[in-house]
């Protein structure tokens, strides 16, 4: 191997060199300590070896970095350390410590057995450590026990910058430690930036990813105009883990904001013991979106406050489906329903309610389905406090009853009554009535009476004294009946039945008997009433039949 300047020490520097002005004759034209050309295929321009030391040390002053390295194939510097640092560089003004540039190879590469790999410290508004790179990693750290890449920023100024076209902007790989950490004290501890593929990629076998802490900002801020902002993968541990004020924050315009994936862990996780472990705001799309093939999708434990809460400006704040209509498929996991029978939301609670709904305006809980509404309970199957609306029919298997506080008794004891049943749609109107002198009156109903009713049926009784002449002498007609036959200027109680024959009434018909569908028939409403074990009873609602169509929008 052919070197421009080899410099070999055993106590001071290897090579040291000062300038004041450029040098002549070559291809570089600046100013500088050393400079080393190698017109060889493939040897080094310049290259520091040292036991205990530096290799190569640099200081750069004005606008110039410390070390600076240029290749077309290979890394523009490299350094190799098996204790210290593979490559050092500090930098002054706005330049960074070290700056490396290739075509095609990382800009500034750092193997280290023990310490860390390339370190980097900027002032000012200076990256530690900056690389670009048209294809591959702009900054490539790779360590066996320690950090891949470290950097520390002061000010606003990251610890590591990186920037790339196609490739990730930094990547970090460890197999032990953390491929990619970063600290900051007011900027983010790592920020990526990427127009195609992650502004920040990291992979771990064992432990975290990507791991960011900040006390003030974000650990790990990720933003993306197509893709992921921040991407974390693990075979073992998070995929991304962020403790902070947000711990992880991402936003992006039109792909997600925070994606993460994980074999055996959650994919996400967030921890906070005063705040949200893990928050999502959308304006128009999904807040949060979590998907699993056979665990839980979304799992949210709070000790005090709430687990999950959702906010959304215009569309819907918490979305859930579940369930498929291709048949044969899907499978039930860790969950206790069976294949494509699980609820879409399911709450529990030891002792408050398992799911609650509140809204300012509208319906607390709005339910639509086949059965829009089922409920079951050990001591009441529901319990409405104010009015009921039914826009339909009312389906009893019991009988139906009212309950109030007992007239005579109202803090120790109830009275109950029956509702009186019939096998028509059938309404029920009495009153009392004077007779005139010549023992007649006649009675008028409401103008809606003709209307509503059909088939009338009616009842008098006269009050105070027998009337065997009593009877009806003019039947209903223009909403009004007549009755004669009684005691002059006596009273005479009456009532008249009808039954419905509005529109709705009629569309609607009461089929006293019907048939039992036939996975009913040999079961019972109420097996017990019957000595019947319950075994035999038909559930209500009947589950419903499937639909293997495709699900209304």
Not at 264 to 293: D, H, L, Q, R, W
Not at 313 to 337: I, L, Y
Not at 442 to 454: E, I, R, Y
């Amino acid at each position: 191997m052919t070197f421009g300047v080899w410099g070999d020490s055993d106590v001071g520097a290897g090579v040291i060199g000062s300038s004041d002005t450029p040098t002549t004759g070559t291809t570089h034209v600046r100013a500088a300590g050393v400079v080393g050309i190698n017109k060889a295929p493939q040897g080094v321009g310049v290259e520091g070896f040292c036991a205990q030391g530096t290799g190569v040390l640099g200081v750069g002053g004005a606008d110039q970095p410390g070390v600076a390295g240029k290749a077309d194939t290979g890394p523009g510097v490299l350094g190799t350390s098996t204790q210290g640092p593979g490559v050092t560089g500090q930098g002054g003004g706005a330049s960074p410590g070290v700056s490396g540039n290739a075509a095609a190879g990382p800009g500034v590469s750092g193997t280290s057995a023990q310490g860390v790999g390339v370190i980097g410290q900027g002032a000012g508004a200076a990256a530690g450590v900056s690389g670009q790179a048209d294809a591959g990693p702009g900054v490539l750290g790779s360590s066996a026990h320690g950090v891949g890449v470290a950097g520390q920023g002061a000010g606003a100024s990251p610890g590591v910058s990186g920037q790339a076209d196609a490739g990730p902007g930094v990547l970090g790989t460890s197999a032990r430690g953390a491929g990619l950490s970063g600290a900051g004290t007011a900027g983010p501890g790592v920020s990526g930036s990427s127009t195609g593929a992650p502004g920040v990629a990291g992979t771990s076998t064992s432990s975290p990813g990507v791991t960011g802490t900040s006390p003030p900002g974000p650990g790990v801020a990720g933003t993306s105009t197509g893709g992921p902002g921040v991407s974390g993968t693990s075979t073992g541990g998070p995929g991304l883990l962020g403790t902070g004020t947000p711990g992880v924050a991402g936003t992006s315009t039109n792909g997600v904001g925070v994606t993460g994936t994980a074999d055996p862990g959650p994919g996400v996780s967030g921890i906070s013991t005063t705040g949200t472990g893990v928050s999502g705001i959308s304006n128009s799309g999904t807040g949060m979106s979590a998907t699993s093939t056979s665990g839980f999708g979304l799992d949210a434990t709070s000790e005090s406050f709430i687990a999950v809460e959702a906010f959304s400006h215009n569309g819907v704040g918490v979305s859930a489906s579940c369930g498929h209509p291709e048949p044969g498929n899907g499978g039930s996991g860790s969950s206790p329903d069976p294949p494509n029978r699980g609820p879409a939301v399911r709450g529990h609670s030891w002792f408050g309610a398992g799911v609650e709904g509140l809204s300012e305006y509208d319906a607390g809980v709005h339910a639509r389905g086949s059965t829009g509404l089922t409920a079951s309970g050990s001591a009441l199957g529901a319990d409405v406090t104010n009015g009921l609306r039914v826009n339909g029919v009312i389906v009893s298997a019991g009988s139906a009853r009212f309950v109030i506080d007992h007239p005579l008794d109202p803090t120790e004891n109830t009275l109950t009554h029956a509702f009186v049943a019939s096998p028509e749609q059938k309404n029920v109107y009495d009153g009392v009535v004077t007779l005139d002198d010549t023992g007649a009156a006649t009675v008028t109903l409401p103008d809606w009476f003709d209307a509503l009713n059909q088939d009338f049926r009616y009842q008098l009784t006269p009050i105070g004294a027998p009337a065997p002449d009593l009877h009806v002498s003019a039947r209903i007609s223009g909403n009004s009946f007549s009755v004669a036959g009684g005691p002059p200027g006596g009273q005479v109680s009456w009532q008249v039945t009808g039954v419905r024959l509005d529109k709705w009434a009629r569309a609607n018909p009461v089929e006293p008997v019907a048939p039992k569908p036939a996975d009913q028939r040999g079961l019972f409403l109420h097996p017990t009433a019957f000595d019947q074990p319950v075994e035999r009873g038909i559930g209500v609602p009947p589950v419903p039949v499937r639909n293997d169509g495709p699900r209304e929008k």
